[in-house]
């Protein structure tokens, strides 16, 4: 049986000088897709495969905003890919 999951871009503004230690922690935590820093007002977007059956907003408190030196985040749903 196939799990269904829910696609998710998470956006992380994180305090100066921690982007590096906060990407660190999310790759231990083997729970994203693909990582990446970036220029602007957030410093890392990550996608995530969420299981169908778990809460997105919780799943995302519990896994990810729980990480030190996070100091606000962005969720972006998706619906179908092109």
């Known amino acids: 049986m ?3 999951t ?3 871009f998470v ?3 994180c305090k100066p000088g921690k982007g590096y230690a906060v990407a660190d922690e999310i790759f231990e935590r083997e729970i994203v897709s693909e990582l990446y820093s ?3 007002e957030w ?3 990550m996608k995530i495969y969420i299981p169908e059956e778990e809460d997105i907003g ?3 408190n519990d ?3 729980n990480i030190e ?3 606000r985040s962005l969720t972006t749903l998706t619906f179908k890919a092109f």
């Open 58 to 60: 919780k799943y995302i």
């Open 43 to 45: 410093d890392l977007l």
């Open 6 to 8: 829910t696609c998710v």
């Open 38 to 40: 970036t220029s602007g």
């Open 2 to 4: 196939t799990t269904l």
């Open 11 to 13: 956006q992380l503004r």
């Open 63 to 65: 896994h990810i905003l």
């Open 69 to 71: 030196h996070i100091e």
